[in-house]
Each structure stands twice: as structure tokens, then as C-alpha cells.
């Protein structure tokens, strides 16, 4: 089904350091993954995507892993800037469900000074 | 590249009225584009797919009556909320992708419509 976050869950991580954001799937057609980061009133940002014959992808400062045996993916990012915080979520792509990219719960991530 | 262009940004509108919100592909051609809806501190839930020259197809749970759909050209899609309620009031965020399934939605910057 949907994944709607009631609350959202909140990561806090000390500048510099290096965050790890991590997001669980169900739906085992599943074939492509993206991860976006929301900041307050905007819509959403691309960051990095994965597709499913990959179990993982770098960007700039960015890396996504995906463990498709336990559906789960996660965000690195490294060396994390105040202007990281934001929130992050994964989507999903199902070949099951007409290329629809769903999008999961979500996680805030707060940077410390 | 890939910019999509969402207006109005904000609306208020009184009980009953109909809002219509415009999603504009700017450097390239959607044929087809989504809409989602959130609310405060959640996630994005998909209300319907925009395909152009055709019928939308909506999420289920979402009523097509209420949430009318129009993908008149490669570049527009507009979203109607007709006889808005105070429960309408959300973040209406439109997306379109630049080629196939395997590749990212680009979003909008939304619209935060207030319902009175």
C-alpha cells in the first residue's frame, strides 16, 4: 500500500560528520529507486537514483546503497553541511504499477552546529 | 534542464469554489505528468497520472469529480479542485519525468492552497 508518515522520524547529525539515512521497501518489482530531499514549501529534489541491477551508485558527496535481498536502501551523505537539512525521501519505481514512483515515509534531517 | 513550473505557488479560497493549479514542463515535452498531495509532516501520496490527449488516471480513493485532470498540450497540466472544502487544504506538488519509467520525476514547487 502507500506509505504515509504520521510523524516523521528525525535524524540529527553533528556538521562535518557524515549522515546515513536509511528507507525499507516492500514491493518486490521494484526496479528503480530515487532518493529526494524536500526543503520547508518546496517540492521535492532530485538527489541520485539506483536501478535494481546495481547495489550501489556515488554522486557528488552522495552514496546510495541497495540491499534488494532485505528491500532496503539507505542515503550516505558525507561530510554533512547546514544546508543538507532538509527532508529526505526514498521513492520507488514499480514495473508492477504502471511506472508509478511512490514515495516512502520520509526522514528530517538536522544538522548540529 | 528538466524545470517544471507550478503556479499559483499559494492560494486561499473560500468553501465551495474551485481552484485550478497550472503545472508547466519548460525545457521539455511530458506526456505524461503526476500529481501528488501532502500534508504537514508527511509524505507525498500519489492522487493521479496526467496523460496527454487522454483521460487521468487517478489513485484509488481519489475522486475524479472532485480532482479534475486536464493535459491539453505536452507542456500544460491543470488541476481543478472544485467545491473546495477546509479538508482540501494541502500541498499540491505536480511532476513530470524526462523519458522513461527508469528515470526521475522533476517537481514543481508546489502549491499550498488554503481552504476557508
Known amino acids: 500500500g502507500e506509505s504515509v508518515g504520521l510523524h516523521l522520524p528525525t535524524l540529527s547529525v553533528q556538521e562535518g560528520d557524515n549522515s546515513i539515512i536509511n528507507c525499507a521497501y516492500s514491493?518486490?518489482?521494484?526496479?528503480?529507486f530515487i532518493w529526494y530531499k524536500q526543503e520547508s514549501g518546496k517540492g521535492p529534489q532530485f538527489i541520485i537514483d539506483?536501478?535494481?541491477?546495481?547495489d550501489k551508485r556515488q554522486g557528488q558527496r552522495v552514496t546510495v546503497l541497495l540491499n534488494k535481498t532485505v528491500k532496503h536502501l539507505s542515503l550516505q551523505i558525507a561530510a554533512t553541511q547546514p544546508g543538507d537539512s532538509a527532508v529526505y525521501f526514498c521513492?520507488?519505481?514499480?514495473?508492477?504499477?504502471?511506472?508509478?514512483?511512490?514515495f516512502g515515509k520520509g526522514t528530517r534531517l538536522h544538522i548540529l552546529p | 534542464g528538466a524545470v517544471v513550473s507550478q503556479h499559483p505557488s499559494w492560494v486561499i479560497c473560500k468553501s465551495g469554489t474551485s481552484v485550478k493549479i497550472e503545472c508547466r514542463s519548460l525545457?521539455?515535452?511530458?506526456?505524461?505528468m503526476f500529481w501528488y498531495r501532502q500534508f504537514p509532516k508527511q509524505s507525498l501520496m500519489l492522487m493521479a497520472t496526467?496523460?496527454?490527449?487522454?483521460?487521468?488516471?487517478?489513485e484509488q480513493g481519489v475522486e475524479k469529480d472532485k480532482f479534475l485532470i486536464n493535459h491539453a498540450s505536452l507542456t500544460l497540466s491543470t488541476l481543478t479542485v472544485t467545491s473546495a472544502h477546509p479538508e482540501d487544504s494541502s500541498f499540491y506538488i505536480c511532476?513530470?519525468?524526462?523519458?522513461?519509467?527508469?528515470?526521475?520525476?522533476?517537481f514543481g514547487n508546489g502549491t499550498r492552497l488554503t481552504v476557508t
Open positions: 514491493n518486490s518489482a521494484s526496479d528503480y
Open positions: 539506483i536501478r535494481s541491477n546495481m
Open positions: 496526467s496523460n496527454e490527449g487522454s483521460k487521468a488516471t487517478y
Open positions: 511532476s513530470a519525468r524526462v523519458g522513461q519509467g527508469n528515470s526521475p520525476l522533476h
Open positions: 521513492a520507488e519505481r514499480a514495473m508492477n504499477r504502471d511506472d508509478k514512483i511512490i
Open positions: 525545457d521539455f515535452q511530458a506526456t505524461t
